[in-house]
């Protein structure tokens, strides 16, 4: 062949370096290049033949060798092949030259080396004898190491080669690598019995049970193999004889434990083979290496959290005394199979889950095989759930292997034939392309490659000789997308078979469905089944969108802290609005709707209760949940009221549009859009406009009633309270005062009487009972309390201030903000509180220690009995009270000196108090989060709860709620706990220091 033709063959065989083959061939000899079209097959046709060219020199006879490739196809495919696609392999060859023999094997394609062959190969390479009850190693140890390596490496060889170039099937490389390492622990473990002494080796029966992929026969190239060992005396005297004996047995049972995997992970000269983990024993690394039977038993009935009966699963005994090792999976196997029933299961599952998706670096998320969305773990964790829920009454589902498993629950009817097909079909394509990664350097990695050439090599590994970049990558998206859209599959729609006909869906019995719901976390399957039978019921279209949906919805209500509420509110929603047209077709073609309707049904009585009452609401969830500005809102009030009739209608109308506020309000703040600070501005404008828009068609009302052309004074309504801060919180009434000023000559009784029928009107129709929270405007913070008048005039204020005013009402007066109604009324008001809350002359040590007293008071007698203090968010340590009277009385002290103090807002006047250098910014800022903390907790236990709470939830199950609101995991309620008391005891330690000196 000419140099070039045999250039033009080179490129067109995928040679990228046409320059330096021409070189290896010529270096070669004649016959070399009659491999070219063989080369041209492997992954890296480069690699392969500079491989070649390392062998030959490596060899005894470069001529026997290369003969023996071009006068046989199959080990010149075999060799090549692994040459191309193996740099460690072809490591091993240039300096074991004599291995490339073992390719030479015409049966290689066609027989699977049996597992105790490959036993046998590896205890002769230590000097052990396979036949021996627990061999013991006779090479000296650091030959018996290097050999270890040497035969391993052998062994794996000819599989590389025929999972190459023979389309061994990912399974079938998966067991016969488990095969190995099991023969690999053995031999160690030969060698670590000759390390100890085989004396005393002899007294304490190991065995070394496999979990994981080794254990489930599933390994990968080079992975971690993750192994529990269990122990027991030699004969059963030596237990008697006392705890010494039984100590000493422990502690010969760790030293061959901790040998024999120093023996497979240590790095010689001969490299490394792979680290055998024993952390998934009880009690992790804190654990001890290994236990007895007993042991094993008191820790897995006692103390052991569902995710490690999980892993479990694939528990099967490969090396040391076996008998032994069965002893213990038959012994766990019940607990595996029972573990769907125990508490915490469902948030044991979801935890473990988490801790996947967790551990993921951000940057490495898109390029995951195993941990990323539509990953190996995802498949896995599938059909895990799915044995673990039903295997407990289906023994034909319980095999170890992902595979079998799948092909199991297919043929039992848990999953659909068609889907179980992809779904095999896209574990296979995966485990392929992470043991073509893990084979090129033989490294423990789950990452697609990113650089082209590492893409090129791999797509022809996988026999994509034509644009392998991009076919491999087309592949694998298409893979990942079914496997994320199967995910959901697998565990929601065969629910709806039982309860409607899904043509072509798996048939689901309605106990299987109960078992699989109640394994999800709905606490009352039956009735989440009645709620999918009354939304999938009929052959109509609604019908069928629901059932298009559902798969979707039904997880995302699993993943709330309550899918049965939320079921039962999408029902109910769905009953009101399931013929409007828009519905339906939102939530199917708007994914985002969906989803967020789905996570606030799941995680809010609160959101639920207005999302039932206001349906039309699901349109705000497509939009922008940033609450609306108050001239905005005031200008709808006002215009809304304008057009009722009458001022019945006019409040309810009102109320609605405050209803639908409420809802943009706690649903951005339930999906963590809205920070808490403007969760409190947003309520407290809502409050501001409904009271505007209220006044106005109430004193309108009032006038038309009483005959008169003009209103006989003019009102303003005064914010107090944590209304008058901006810090509203969902269950807060609006304290207010009401004030007014008459029209100069009309007569004062009549605008007294007409100023309080208008203040008694606008609370009595806030607070009717309607289709959303009503309005609780209490004026009980007016001078003399209950027993003053409603309303005053600002004279009369004035009056009462400047004869009985008490310090405590100068510190209500910090949070006066006049908001509503007539604007001069409303400035005149500010200009008369002023001088009464900054005095000029500061606060006289009298009134700091009256304060002081108060707060004492309030203390001791205002906190609910049976109250914790520690978790009460109002009155407990470190709570809301503490640090805003903390505030105020700085307030109260510096108002007069210092502008920035002079707000309602208590975390303004912190900022100002911190510039003013009255607070040092550590303080200011621990006084700042314990009353951010402690706003959002107390906003979320209303959201969760659909009720006002003034203190920590105690049930469980509103914990868990309230900690999914803040954002926490719905096992994490006990750390929200936590942060709480840490944060509160903090703010308290600075009360103690800045408020009671």
Not at 557 to 569: E, I, K, Q, R, V
Request: hydrophobic content about 45%; charged content about 25%.
């Amino acid at each position: 062949m000419n140099r070039g033709t045999l250039r033009s063959d080179l490129l067109r065989l995928g040679f990228t370096d046409v320059d330096r083959a021409l070189g290896e061939l010529a270096e070669l000899g004649g016959p070399a290049s009659e491999l070219v079209a063989i080369l041209g097959r492997s992954a890296e046709p480069n690699a392969a033949l500079s491989g070649l060219l390392r062998l030959a020199d490596a060899v005894d006879d470069r001529d026997t060798l290369l003969d023996a490739l071009v006068t046989d196809e199959g080990t010149a495919m075999r060799l090549l092949g692994v040459m191309g696609a193996s740099t460690a392999l072809t490591d091993h060859l240039a300096g074991h030259p004599e291995h490339w023999q073992v390719l030479r094997d015409p049966t290689l394609g066609t027989s699977r080396p049996a597992a105790w062959a490959l036993r046998a190969a590896l205890m002769e390479a230590v000097g052990a004898d396979p036949a021996a009850a627990a061999p013991v190693a006779t090479r000296p140890e650091p030959e018996a190491v290097d050999a270890l390596r040497v035969t391993y490496r052998r062994l794996l060889l000819p599989l590389a080669a025929r999972d190459l170039t023979h389309e061994l099937g990912v399974d079938d490389v998966a067991a016969e690598l488990s095969d190995l390492a099991a023969g690999t622990l053995d031999a160690a473990l030969a060698v670590a019995r000759a390390q100890v002494g085989a004396e005393e080796a002899a007294t304490a029966r190991l065995a070394v049970v496999a979990m994981g992929k080794c254990g489930g026969h599933e390994l990968n190239y080079m992975s971690d193999v993750d192994v529990v060992f269990v122990h027991e005396p030699a004969d059963d005297a030596a237990e008697e004889s006392g705890n010494g004996s039984g100590a000493a047995v422990a502690r010969t049972a760790a030293r061959l434990a901790s040998q024999m995997m120093q023996v497979c992970s240590a790095q010689t000269g001969e490299g490394t083979i792979w680290p055998v983990d024993a952390a998934l024993r009880p009690e992790g690394k804190a654990g001890a290496l290994s236990r007895t039977l007993a042991g094993h038993r008191g820790y897995y009935e006692r103390w052991a959290e569902p995710w490690e009966f999980q892993a479990l699963l694939k528990a099967r005994p490969v090396a040391g005394d076996l008998a032994l090792g069965r002893e213990f999976v038959e012994m766990v196997s019940p607990m595996v199979w029972s573990v769907a029933d125990r508490d915490g299961f469902v948030d044991a599952a979801r935890a473990m889950r988490r801790r996947v998706v967790d551990h993921i670096p951000a940057k490495e998320a898109d390029r995951q095989l195993k941990l990323g969305v539509g990953g190996l773990r995802d498949v896995e964790f599938a059909v895990q759930l799915l044995q673990l829920v039903h295997g407990r009454a289906d023994e034909r589902i319980r095999q170890p292997t992902t595979l079998s498993a799948l092909h199991a629950l297919t043929e039992a009817g848990y999953v659909g034939r068609d889907d179980g097909e992809a779904l095999h079909s896209a574990y296979s394509f995966l485990r392929q392309v992470e043991h073509r990664i893990q084979l090129h350097r033989l490294r423990r990695t789950h990452l697609m490659p990113d650089d082209e050439a590492d893409l090129r090599r791999l797509g022809r590994s996988l026999g994509y000789l034509k644009e392998p970049d991009q076919r491999l990558t087309r592949t694998w998206e298409h893979h990942r997308r079914e496997v994320s859209r199967l995910h959901q599959k697998l565990f929601y729609r065969p629910l709806l078979t039982a309860v409607a006909r899904v043509p072509g869906d798996v048939g689901l019995s309605s106990e299987a469905a109960r078992v699989r719901l109640a394994a999800l976390g709905y606490d009352d399957p039956a009735a989440a089944l009645r709620n999918l039978e009354a939304l999938t019921a009929g052959v109509t279209r609604t019908a069928n969108i629901q059932r298009a949906i559902l798969p979707a919805m039904l997880q995302w209500f699993a993943d709330g802290a309550d899918p049965d509420g939320g079921l039962f509110g999408f029902r109910r929603i769905s009953e009101a609005l399931g013929r409007t047209p828009w519905y339906l077709t939102t939530l199917r073609d708007e994914g985002e709707v969906a989803e967020r309707l789905a996570h606030l049904l799941a995680s809010s009585r609160y959101c639920s209760d207005l999302l039932e009452r206001e349906p039309q609401g699901i349109k705000l969830l497509g939009g922008d949940l940033t609450p609306q500005s108050s001239e905005v809102l005031t200008e709808e009030m006002l215009a809304t009221a304008g057009r009722q009739d009458d001022v019945d209608a006019a409040v309810r109308a009102l109320r609605a549009v405050r209803r639908r506020e409420l809802l943009r309000i706690s649903a951005g703040d339930v999906l963590g859009l809205v920070d808490v600070a403007d969760v409190g501005h947003a309520l407290s404008r809502i409050t501001d406009a409904t009271l505007e828009g209220t006044l106005a068609a109430v004193g309108e009302s009032v006038r038309q009633q009483r005959g008169l052309d003009a209103a006989p004074t003019r009102i303003a309504i005064v914010a107090m309270g944590r209304y008058g801060g901006f810090e509203l919180s969902y269950g807060s009434d609006a304290d207010v005062l009401f004030v007014h000023e008459p029209e100069d000559g009309v007569d004062q009784h009549e605008a007294a009487s007409y100023a309080k029928a208008v203040a008694e009107e606008v609370r009595r129709t806030l607070a009717l009972p309607g289709g959303d929270p009503p309005l609780v405007v209490d004026a009980d913070l007016r001078p003399e309390g209950k027993q003053g008048p409603l309303v005053r005039t600002l004279d009369a204020y004035a009056a009462y201030y400047a004869k009985w005013s008490k310090v405590w009402e100068a510190q209500a007066l910090l949070r006066a903000d006049a908001v509503v109604g007539d604007p001069g009324v409303r400035d005149r008001f500010t200009e008369l509180v002023d001088p009464l809350r900054y005095p000029e002359a500061g606060l006289a040590e009298d009134d700091i220690i009256e304060v002081r007293r108060i707060k004492a008071r309030v203390d001791h007698e205002r906190l609910p009995r049976g109250a914790d203090p520690a978790l009460h968010f109002k009155l407990g340590r470190g709570g809301l009270a503490d640090i805003e009277w903390t505030v105020q009385l700085l307030q109260l002290r510096h108002g007069a000196e210092v502008p920035g103090l002079r707000t309602t807002q208590t975390l303004a006047a912190l900022a100002a108090a911190t510039e003013a250098g009255l607070l040092d910014s550590a303080d200011a800022g621990v006084l700042a989060a314990g009353w951010r903390t402690v706003s959002r907790l107390r906003n979320a236990a209303t959201l969760a709860r659909g009720k006002p709470a003034d203190q920590m939830p105690r049930p469980s199950r509103e914990r868990r709620a309230v900690a999914a609101v803040l954002g926490y995991q719905l096992d994490q309620s006990d750390a929200m706990v936590n942060d709480y008391l840490r944060v509160t005891r903090r703010a308290r330690a600075v009360v103690e220091r800045v408020f009671w000196e």
